[in-house]
């Protein structure tokens, strides 16, 4: 071995010192490290007075998450795992539709079961967004689809405990 040939270890061990030396010197000339850039990117300031965006650490991969504001909900960068803020609350759901059908979809999905098969299927709405799935069946000309009057009665209950 020559005194030129350097190994892996040699190489870390150089790295590390190169990389103590360079957080030394940041510190002593005030300048921020990669983490207090990142805090303070989380940082926005709204109304005149400086307030902290939520943030939470991913637990699959330990990743902090940053949400934006009125961002409730977000998909980590490093897993993609979706992940709920703390404290944020979610939007309110829309509770007066034009149409109670299709609650301004354009369509209805309905469950039909036949034997022991359970299948999913689609058909338009009668109302102006229904308009939108030209080739698609509508509902009141299906004969497997429920009746107008039960789909109606079913999301006037699902959205009347949200008034």
């Known amino acids: 071995m020559k005194d030129t040939d350097f190994t892996d270890r040699d190489i870390r061990q150089v790295n590390e010192i190169l990389k103590r030396k360079q957080d030394k010197a940041a510190r002593q000339n005030n300048i921020p490290t990669a983490g207090q850039v990142v805090d303070g990117l989380a940082k926005q300031y709204t109304s005149g007075q400086l307030c902290e965006l939520p943030s939470t650490q991913c637990l699959k991969c330990g990743r902090t998450v940053y949400f ?11 897993c993609g795992m979706f992940i709920i803020a703390q404290g944020v609350t979610r939007p309110e759901e829309k ?13 209805v999905v309905y469950r039909l079961q036949s034997g022991n098969n359970l299948y999913v299927h689609a058909a338009r709405c009668t109302c102006e967004h229904g308009k939108r799935y030209g080739g698609m069946p509508c509902i009141d000309t299906v004969q497997s689809a429920p009746t107008i009057s039960s789909i109606v009665m079913a999301n006037r209950m699902k959205y009347a405990h949200k008034k």
């Open 95 to 107: 509770r007066n539709f034009d149409c109670w059908i299709c609650l301004e979809r354009g369509f």
């Open 68 to 78: 934006s504001k009125g961002q409730w909900r977000k998909a980590c960068p490093g």
